[in-house]
C-alpha cells in the first residue's frame, strides 16, 4: 500500500507547495523540502526493511508490488511494482530532488510557489516511471514528467529558454508517440495471440512475436529511450535544454531524466525484445562509442561552461548504453553504478555552475579563469567532481565504467578497446574546464565569496556519495543485483536457445534453478 | 415526346452559355429565365410535371425576381457593363472553358460506360411526390423550413443597407466615400494598432511573450 | 406521354448544364454573375437527381429536387444580401475586391 | 607487527584528509606537522613491519591483509588487499624513507609560500597513493594507485597555479600518462577476461598453465602492461611529458618525477614478471627500448641549459636502464638500480632546488657558476650525487648497481653484447652530461650572488641521501667485488634468479672494469669541454639558438613534443573547435528551415479570391473523377 504513497507524496506536495506560493517566498521551499524528506524517510525504511531479503536467492522478483485495475476493459491496471534496481534510482531521484531544491534557495525569486508545484510534478513523474509496470502507466508518467519540464526551462530559463524548451519538448513527445506505437502494437499482437489484452509488463513478458515486427516495436521503443539516454544522432536537445534550464532544472535533468532512458531499456526494452535487442545489440553499441567519443570532443570545443558539461553527460550515458546491450551481470552493475555516479557528480557540476553564475552571471569559459585564488572552496569541490567525472579510480564513475568495459570486453574486444579511449578523452575535458575556470591568471580580476553554508552542504553531501560508491559500491551492488536478476531471468527464460555471447544470462539461470546457497565467497564485511 | 426533351435540352445549354457570356447583368437573367423555362420542360418531358411547374414557379420566378430586384436596387447603370468588358479578356475564357470542356468529356464518358436504361417512362405524379414528402421525408421539410428560416434572417441582417443610406453624416473615423485604397489603409490601421494594444496589455507572464524573436 | 428517353441523355445534359455553371462562375468577376451561375450549377444537380428518379419512377428524385430548391432558395437571398454589403462596403461588384483573408 | 601493515598507506592519507578539510583555518606553522609527521610515522610503521617481515618472514615469504571487499559483481570480487613480500618491501621503505626526506626538506623550502597546506595534502596523497599502489595485491588496486599518482602529479606539476604554462604542462602529464594508463586498462580487461582474477599471484599462476609461452594472449597482456609502464615512467614513445613536468616545484619534481612515481612502470614490470617471461618478445621489446631511451635522453641531456630539465633527461635515461635491466632479466638488478637512483635522483634534485632557492629561481647553468664556496653544503652534496649518477666505480653507489645491470645486459641469457654497447654509450653520456652540469654551475666565474643560504631543515636530508648515495651500494657487492648481494638474494624471494648463460668469472672482470673507466672518460670529455674553455654565451637560450640543427634537435627531445603536436594535438583541437556547434544540430536546424520554406511557398496559394479556390475544387473533381474512372 506504501508504493501509490510514495507518488502521490510528491504529488500533492506540488499542489501544496503552489498554494504555499500564496503565503510568501518562503514557505513553498519548505513545504517541497519537508515533502522530500518525508519521501527519503519513507525510501530508507524501505530499504532498510528488505535489505536482509535482497541477498536470499529465494527472493521473489518485486521486493512491494501494489496492482489495482484501472480501466478494466482495456486491461489497464494501476500496477506498481519496486525492485532492487528500482529502489535505487528512486532514491537517487529524491536525493538530486532536495539538491534541486536546496540549490534553488534563493536563486528563485518571482512565482517560487508555481517553480517548486512544477519541480515536484517532474520528481513525481520520474519516480512514477521508475515504478510503473503496467505499460500504460508507464507511458501516462512519461509524457507526466515532460510537460511541468518544458514550463520549468521556458519560464524561469535563461537567455533562450523558449527555444531550448520547445527543441527540448518536441523531441521527447515525437520520440514518445513512437513508443505508444510501440506498446499498442504489443498490446494487440499480444491481445490476438493470447486472447487476453493487457498492458501488464509480466503477461506481456512472454509474447511471441515474428522477427521483423519485433524489431520494428523494439526500435520503437529505443528511438524514445535513445533520444532520453541521450543516443548521439539523437542529442541535440541536451546541450541547449542544459544551457537554458535553471540550475534545479538541470540537475533534475541530468541526474534523473537522462535516466529514465537507460531504466527504461533495461527494464523494458531488452526483456520485451530479447530477440530483437541482441540482433540490434551490435549497432547500439557503436552508437554508445560513437556518444562517448563525440560527447567527449565537443565537451572540449564548448565556450559555455554548462554546455560542456551537458556533452560530458552525453559521453558518460555512451557507456550505459554500452552496458546495457554488452547485457551481462558485469555490464548492467557497471551501468547502473554509472547511472547513480552521473548523477550525482554531474548534478554537483551543474550546481557549481549554478553558483558561479550567480556570482559572476555569465558562463563564458572566457572570461573566467584563475577563479581559485578568490574561492579556493569552490576550486576543490569542482576539482573533486571534475575529478570523478574523469573516471578516476576511487570515485564512483570509475566503478561503473570499468565493471562495464570488464563486462562489454567479454562480448566485444573492440569495442571495449576503443570506449577505453573515452577514458582519455574525459581526462582532456575535465582538465580543460579546470585550467578553463579555475586555474591560470585572474584576468578579470574576480573577487568572489567563496562557497557560503548552504552550498558547502550540497557539495559535502555529494561528495561523500560519491566518495563512498567509489570505495564501498557493495550494498549498491547488492541491491542493484536483486533487480537485475529478475531481469537477466526474464530474457534468459525467452531466448532458451540463448545467442552465443550471452552465456552469462543462461549460466544465470542455471545458477537460480537450483538455488545457489547464499554465495560463500562473500569476505567478512569489517 | 423525345423530341420536346432534346430540343428543351439544346435551349437550355445554349440559354446557359449566353447567361455567362453577356455583359449586361438583366441580359443574363433573361437569358436565365429561358434556361430555367426549358429545363422545366425537360422535367416534364421526363415525367415529372410537378417539378416542372415547381421550377417555373420558384426557380425562374422567385429566384430570377429576386436577381433582378437586387440588379434593380443597385442601379449599376451603363458603367456596370463597361467594367465587365475590360474584365472578361479573351485570356479569361481560355483556363475555365477547357476544365469544363474536360468535365463534360468525363462525364459523358462515364454516363456512356453503363448500359443506359431508359428514363421517363412512368409519369410520377404530384400526388405520389407529396405523399412521399410527408412520409419518410417529413424530417427533411422540417430542416429545410429551418433552412428557409436561417436564409431570411441572413439575408435581413446582411441586407442592412444602414451604413451607406446615409452618405452624408460624418463619421468619427469611417471615410464613406473613400475608394477602395482608403478603405483598406483604414482597415490595416485599425488593425496594427489592435497588435500594439494587444502586446501592451502583458496578460501573460510578461516574459513568455515580451522578448519571443 | 412516355419520353423513354435514355437516362445518360439526362444526366449527360445535366452534367453540361453543370460544367457551363462552373465556367461562368471561374470567369466572371462580378457577383451577381457568380451567384448566377451557382444557381445554374445547382439547378443542373436538380436535374440530375429528377433524371435519376423519374428513371426508377420514384418520387425521391423530385424530392430531392425540392431540397435542392429551397436550398437555392436560401443561398440566393443570402448572397444577395452579400453583394449588397458588398457594393456598399467596397464601392464595387468585382468578387477579387475582397480578398483580405489571405495568408 | 605484520598487522600494521595496513597503517603504511593510511597514515598519509590521514594526513591529507586532515590538511584538505582544515584547509587556510590551519596556521602554516601547524602545517608540516601534519604533512611530515604523516609520512614519519608511516615510515616508522614501515620499517617496524620490515623488521618483523625480515626476522620472522610469514609463511611463502608473503604477508596479505585483506581490509574490505572493494566490490563483487558474479566473479568479479576485487578486495582491497595489501600484499607485502620482498619486492613491495623493499618499495615501501625506499618511498616512505626517501619521501619522509623530501617532505622535511620542503617542509623549510615550500614555507612562506601560499598554498603551504594545499602542498603537503597533495604530497601526503602522492605518497598514499603510492604505497597503494606498491602494496596492491590485486591489479585494480594497483590501478587506483596508478591513477592516484598521476592525479598528485598533475595537481603538484600545476601547483602554481597562476601561471597557465604549469597548467598547461600539468595537463600534458595526466593526458600523456592517462594515455599509458587507458591501455593497462585494457590489459586487465584482457587479463580478467581470459584469466578469470586479477589477483597479482593467482593471475601469474594461471598465466603460467594456462597461457603457452609467446600465445597471442600472452603477447598482448604483457604489450599492454607494457604501453601502461611506458606512460607512467617516461620511456619511449610517451616521454614528452616529464621534461615540462620541471615546471612543478622542485621537492615535487625530487619526489615524484625523481625517486618514486617514475618508477612505478619498473615496479609494474618485475611484479608481473611471469606475463613477461611468458612473452619472451615484449621481453625484448622492453630492453630495446630501455636500450634506445636512455641513449636519446642522454643526447638531449647533453644540451639543456635549465638544471631541472638536464636532470628530467637524465631520469628518463637511467629508467632506461632499469627497464634494459627487466628487459634481460635482470629483476634484481633493475630493483637495485631504482634503490640507488631514488638516492642520488633525489639528492641532486634537493641540491639543485638549493641552488635555484638562492639564485631567486634562476635555472639557467649559464647564469650560474663559480657557486664552490657560497654554497659549499649544496656543491659537495650535488658534486656525490653527479658521481653516484655518472656510476663512478668502487665508490659510489650508482656505480654498483650500474654496473651490474651492464654485466647482466652482456651475460644475461637473454642479453646481448648489442643491447652492452648501447649501455655503456649511455654511461659515457651520463658522465660526460653530469659533470657539464657541475661544471657550469659550480666552477668558472661568479656571475650572481647567491641571496639565501639553506637552513638545517634542509642540510638534514641532503648529508643523509649524500651518504646513501655512496653506502647505498655496498648492500649487493658482485662477484668480482667482495660478491656480498644481500639485496638480490633478498629479492630473489619474489622475483626469479638472473639466469646467465656462460658464467665466467673474468668476463665479469673485464666488464667491470671498462664499466668503471668509461664514466671517467666521460666525464674527462666534461672536464674539457666545459671547465677549461668556458661557454662564451650570456645564458642557454642563445647557445641553443647558436647550435647546430643536431643540436637543437637533441635540445628538442628529438623532435617528438613537434610531431605529437602536429599528429594529435592539432588536428583534434582543430577537429573539435571546428565542429563546435554540433553538426548533428544544424542538420536538426536544416528540417526546421526547409518547414518554414515550405510554409511560405504553400501560404502564396492562399491567395484570398474566391475565384480561385473554386477553380482549385473544380480541379480537385476533375481529377478525382478521372483517378475514379480510369484509374
Redesign the interface.
Known sequence: MILPWIVAILFIGGVLAWVAGRLGPQWPRWVSMIVLLIHLALLVAIWAQYFGQLTLSSRGPWLIEFNQPWIPQVGISFYLAMDGLSLLLLLLTNLLGIMGVLTSWNAIKERVGFFHFHLLWILSGVVGVFLALDLFLFYFFWEMMLVPLYFLIALWGHENRIYAAIKFFIFTQASGLLMLLGIIGLYFIHGQSTGVYTFNYNQLLGTPLPASTALWLMLGFFVAFAVKIPVVPLHPWLPDAHTEAPTAGSVDLAGLLLKVGAYGMIRFLVPLFPQAAFSFAPVAMVLGIAGILYGAALAFAQTDLKRLIAYTSISHMGFVLLGIFAWNELALQGAVIIMLAHGLSTGALFILVGDIQERIHTRELGRMGGMWSTMPGMGTAGMFFALASLGLPGLANFVGEFLVLLGVYQVNVAAAAVATIGFVLATVYALWMMQRVFFGPNREGWKLPDVNAREATIYAVLMFFVLVLGIYPQPVLTTAKHGLDNVQRYVARELDGAPPFDSSAARLRSDNDHANPPSSDHRSRP | MEAVFYISGAIAVLSTIGVITRLNAVHALLYLVVSLIAVALVFYSLGAPFVAALEVIIYAGAIIVLFVFVIMLLNLGPQGSREERQWLSLKTWVGPAVLGVILIAELVYTFGLQPSHPAGVSVVEPQQVSIALFGPYVLGVEMASLLLLAGLVGAYHLGQRDDFRRPAQPEAEESKTGTRSDYLAHEGRALSSSTEKGAGSEIGPARLKGDEQ | MIAAVPMAHGLILAGCLFAIGLIGVLVRRDIIFVLASIEIMLNASGLAFVVAGSRWGQPDGQIMFIFILTMAATEVSVGLALALQLHGRLRTLDIDAASKMRG | MLQLLWLVPALPFAGFVLL?LS??RLPDRWVPFIGVGSVGLSLLAAVLVATSFLAAPPPGYAYSQ?????????S??P?ITLYLDALSLVMVVVVTFVGFFIHLYSAEFMAGGEGYG?FFAYMNLFVGSMLTLVLASNL?LL??G???VG?CS?LLI?FW????YN??A??KA??VT??G??AL??G???I??SLGTLEIQDLMRRAAQQWAPGSALALSAAALLLVGALGKSAQLPLQTWLPDAMAGPTPVSALIHAATMVTAGVYLIARTNVLFALAPAVQLAVAVIGAVTLLLAGFSALTQWDIKRVLAYSTISQIGYMFLALGVGAWTAAIFHFMTHAFFKSLLFLAAGVVIMSLDEEHDMFKMGGLRRSLPLAFWTFLVGAASLSALPLVTAGGYSKESILYQAWAGQAGSPWLWAVGIAGAFLTGMYSFRMVFLTFFGEMKQQPSKKPSIDIGIPLVVLAALSIAGGYIDLPRTLGNLPILSSFLQNTLPPTVIAQPAIDTELVLGVIAGVVPLIGIYFAYLLFFQRRPAYADGPTRVARGGPLYRLWFAGWGFDWLYDRLIVRP??W???A??D?V??SV?DGITRLNVVFNNL??????????WY??GI??G??VV??IG?FA
Open positions: 584538505a584547509g587556510r585483506t581490509l574490505w571487499t572493494w566490490m563483487s559483481v558474479g568479479f570480487t578486495g594545499r585494480l590501478y587506483l596508478w591513477e592516484g592525479l598533475y600545476g597555479y597562476q601561471d597557465s597548467g598547461y600539468a595537463r595526466f593526458v592517462r594515455v594508463d587507458a586498462a585494457i586487465l580487461f584482457l580478467f577476461n583534434f583541437v577537429a573539435a573547435r565542429d563546435k554540433d548533428i544540430d536538426y504553400l501560404s502564396g496559394t492562399e491567395s484570398g479570391r474566391v475565384r473554386a477553380a473544380a480541379l473533381a476533375v473523377i478521372a474512372v
